[in-house]
């Protein structure tokens, strides 16, 4: 018995050193995982630089993110596709405003001709917050959006979302 209980000893410091295989298995895992996924997204921009892609392709930015009542919002609409893209219709750039269920607000009209703007080309626009109307835009958060196609007809869209904060004039 005295030997049995020596043996039991020994098996016990000899396990305690060791690290389960299932744990060693999860942390081998999940450093190969990290690692993985660091070399796929260093690539991506960390600093909001515009990434230009093969195709039709549109961005769209505002100078921030929220706006006081009244102030004007100002826009710029990048084509970060490598083939030109044209703007049909009545809306000027393809600008529309809505809110955020859908409803539409404002439609940029087409007071001179926009377009077409060529690969890496951009433009500036500014939304006074108004409705098609012309009366004011209330608070809330809309969401901007510009539309244009290919001379192939591909589509390219483009939306980004702002908010007005304060009273309407």
Same mark, same amino acid.
């Given at each position: 018995m005295a030997h049995e209980g020596r043996r039991g000893r020994r098996r016990r410091r000899g396990r305690a050193g060791l690290i389960p295989p299932g744990? $060693?298995? $999860?942390v081998a895992a999940g450093v190969a995982a990290a690692a993985a996924l660091g070399l796929a997204l260093s690539p991506?921009?960390?600093? #909001?630089a515009t990434?230009?892609?093969?195709?039709?392709s549109l961005s769209l930015a505002s100078e921030r993110p929220a706006y006081g009542a #009244?102030?004007?919002v100002l826009l710029t609409l990048t084509n970060?596709?490598?083939?030109?893209?044209h703007f049909g219709g009545a809306s000027h750039y393809g600008l529309s405003v809505s809110r955020l269920d859908g409803a539409p607000?404002? #439609?940029a009209p087409a007071r001179e001709a926009s377009g077409p703007l060529g690969p890496r080309e $951009?433009?500036?626009?500014?939304?006074?917050?108004?409705?098609?109307?012309?009366?004011a835009a209330h608070p809330g958060t809309y969401r901007i959006s510009s539309e244009g196609a290919s001379a192939d007809g591909e589509a390219a869209? $483009?939306?980004?979302?702002?908010?007005?904060? #304060?009273?309407a004039h």
């Open positions: 744990l $060693a298995v $999860a991506l921009p960390r600093d #909001g990434v230009y892609v093969e195709g039709p #009244g102030e004007a970060t596709g490598s083939v030109e893209i607000v404002y #439609g $951009a433009v500036e626009i500014a939304w006074g917050q108004v409705r098609q109307d012309g009366t869209r $483009a939306s980004i979302t702002v908010d007005i904060h #304060g009273r």
